[in-house]
C-alpha cells in the first residue's frame, strides 16, 4: 500500500439547501461536467473516476423541503465517498467541496 493511503474510505455527507440544478453546477466545476450532468439529471449515485485508483462516489438524495417563514426551501442530502485517498487529500478535497458551495451573505 502507498504511504499516506487510507485502508478505509472517507466519508462525509450535507444536505444541502439547494435543489439538483443549482448543485449540478458545483458538481460541475468540482468534478467535470459528465458529474454535473448526472446530477441535474437526476441520478441518485454518481461514480467518477479520479486518477491513480481515487475514486469519488456521490449519493444524492432529494429531501422534504424545509419551510422558511412563508416558503419551502429545496433539501437535497450529498454523500460523499472518497476511496484512494490519503488523509491529507481527503481532507483538502472535503475543503474544496465546501468552498465549491459556499455562498456570500450580506
Known sequence: MPRGRMDAPFFFEHEMGDAR?????GFARLLGPAAGAAVAAGETRVEV???SG???????????PRPFGPVA???TRVCVTLSG????????????????????GG
Open 21 to 25: 440544478d443549482n448543485l449540478a453546477r
Open 49 to 51: 473516476a479520479a486518477g
Open 54 to 64: 481515487k475514486k469519488i462516489v456521490l449519493e444524492v438524495a432529494d429531501m422534504p
Open 73 to 75: 426551501l429545496p433539501v
Open 85 to 104: 485517498y490519503g488523509a491529507g487529500e481527503a481532507e483538502t478535497f472535503r475543503a474544496d467541496f465546501d468552498r465549491a458551495f459556499q455562498r456570500g
